[in-house]
């Protein structure tokens, strides 16, 4: 642990990507800052660690994006996935101040991978980390500590001292010892909730005990209580989050990307009664992949499947793990637990509805199934080539959207509308205000890298003031 009678400027709670941004520039900005992480240091890095790319706005090709991915693109993309869902002067910041997040992120020692072809269609609008999250994190903390940054792991903040919208200290738990720390400022980058299962239980029932949280499990929300029940302004439906059709034989936390199936725009989905429940080629995946986590959650028993055939397997990601196989449709059926008759006749059913197209991955084609309900608008394909494959889903929480509201400074607002004094806020414990429903993939980091860094740059500024 790092000396707590020594004050700081700056202490940063988390140390995930909008920490470690929040702290490296902090400490570019001159101010003497500790980083307080609850996980032990092999497990830094929160679930930033488990990403891969991060959207930013740009006016051209490089060597690393197919194209350019300009602010009014940028702007209405994020206004259609959440539906105008957002504060727009917060929205329209982030977007102007992620131009520079490339060379910024380079800078900080992050490496970049050529654009990535495929189904994903992300090459033209975001760039991929050579190696990762797990690098990138690296590569910040490596950059942090040469820029004299102090961290200290295993330690979770469960208290922060306030008086008069002023924090005076935070207190942290370490092997079951607590200590104080005081400082002129402090950043909270805590993440979100999604990690506290009683929390999600109090807007989700018992439904959450089937969830799969994709990240950390030490993002469990301590911070953002804290922050409020000391009066912080909260924003975002309580209920939101960023969440996927995951492979329900994922671990239960951190099982990272692998276990994200990617089937579904290419098979049909049914619940445990063999029913279809949505429009499986409704858009283009990134745009509609992280709606599935919560379509299944409101599935009984939150359990689904996916079933395709065998021409559909090379048009998505393969699956860390293997697909369950049968030669028909029954014996799959059977082999996942559902009811035979049934699979067979939903099967038949969809084979019959779709229409003749042309069968293209890469664009919103005109394979459709009509006079369903639901219909599937895209990529529709009779599911008739055996082997037949299923994958048995449960919904793999990302995210939360519940968080504090916060200002163009970063600064969290209390609920008599005034910012606190010293306390700022970044990363998924505000991305809320943002995002609020809906998911463009690559944003996260987004929100997380141009927050982290307007906090930091203002905390700095209000400690050495
Ligand atoms: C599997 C997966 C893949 C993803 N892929 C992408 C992607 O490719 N692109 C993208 O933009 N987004 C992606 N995301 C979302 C992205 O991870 C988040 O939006 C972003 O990383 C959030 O950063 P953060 O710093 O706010 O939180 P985190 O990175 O989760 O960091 C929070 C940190 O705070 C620590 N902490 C929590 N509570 C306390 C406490 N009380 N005291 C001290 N420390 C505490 C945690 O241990 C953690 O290290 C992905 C998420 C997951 C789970």
Redesign the pocket.
């Known amino acids: 642990m790092a000396d707590s009678k020594h004050p700081f400027d700056v202490l940063v709670?988390?140390?995930?990507?909008?920490?470690l941004c929040a702290a490296i520039s902090a400490r570019r900005a001159g101010a003497q800052v500790l980083v307080?992480?609850?996980?032990i240091k092999d497990f830094?890095?929160?679930?930033?660690r488990?990403?891969?790319?991060?959207?930013y706005m740009h006016g051209g090709a490089t060597n690393y994006v197919t194209g350019a991915y300009p602010e009014k693109e940028f702007w209405e993309d994020l206004r259609q996935v959440t539906g105008g869902e957002t504060n727009e002067r917060l929205a329209r910041l982030t977007i102007q101040a992620s131009e520079d997040l490339g060379d910024w992120m380079a800078a900080s020692g992050v490496r970049w991978q050529k654009p990535l072809r495929g189904t994903l269609h992300l090459a033209r609008t975001n760039l991929f980390m050579l190696g990762g999250?797990k690098a990138m994190m690296n590569a910040y903390y490596d950059t942090a500590a040469r820029l004299g940054v102090q961290i200290t792991y295993e330690?979770?903040?469960?208290e922060l001292k306030i008086r008069d919208g002023e924090l005076r200290s935070a207190v942290?738990s370490c092997n079951g010892a607590s200590q104080e720390f005081t400082a002129k400022a402090i950043v909270i980058?805590?993440?979100g909730f999604e990690a506290n299962i009683p929390w999600l239980k109090e807007y989700w029932g018992d439904a959450a005990d089937n969830f799969i949280i994709?990240?950390?499990k030490?993002?469990?929300g301590?911070?953002l209580k804290e922050l409020l029940e000391h009066g912080a302004k909260p924003v975002g439906d309580p209920r939101g989050c960023h969440a996927v059709a995951l492979d329900a034989r994922a671990p239960k936390f951190d099982g990272?990307?692998v276990t994200r199936l990617d089937s579904v725009p290419f098979g049909i989905v049914v619940n445990k009664e063999v029913k279809r429940f949505y429009d499986e080629g409704e858009d283009f995946w990134p745009k509609r992949y992280a709606i599935w986590g919560g379509l299944i959650a409101r599935q009984p028993d939150q359990i689904a499947y996916s079933i395709v055939d065998a021409k559909a397997l090379p048009h998505f990601m393969p699956s860390v793990f293997p697909p369950i196989e049968a030669g028909s449709i029954a014996g799959l059926a059977s082999t996942l637990g559902l009811d035979p008759k049934t699979l067979v006749a939903v099967v038949d059913e969809f084979n019959r509805a779709v229409r003749p197209g042309t069968f293209d991955p890469g664009s919103l084609d005109s394979c459709r199934a009509e006079g369903l309900d639901p219909p599937k608008s895209h990529w529709a394909r009779p599911i008739d080539t055996p082997p037949y494959y299923g994958y048995p889903l449960r919904p793999g929480i990302?995210?939360t959207y519940l968080g504090v509201t916060v200002d163009e400074q970063a600064r969290v607002i209390m609920q008599d509308e005034r910012p606190a004094k010293n306390i700022f806020a970044?990363?998924?414990?505000m991305?809320g205000n943002i995002l609020g429903k809906g998911y463009l993939?690559?944003?996260?980091?987004?929100i997380?890298s141009v927050f982290g860094r307007i906090a930091g740059r203002e905390a700095a500024r209000r400690a050495t003031a």
């Open positions: 709670a988390g140390g995930g990507n909008a920490g307080l992480e609850s996980a830094r890095g929160g679930n930033s488990h990403t891969r790319d991060i959207r999250g330690t979770e903040v469960h942290g980058a805590s993440g994709r990240g950390t030490h993002n469990q301590t911070m990272g990307i990302t995210f970044a990363g998924e414990v991305a993939a690559g944003f996260g980091l987004t997380g």
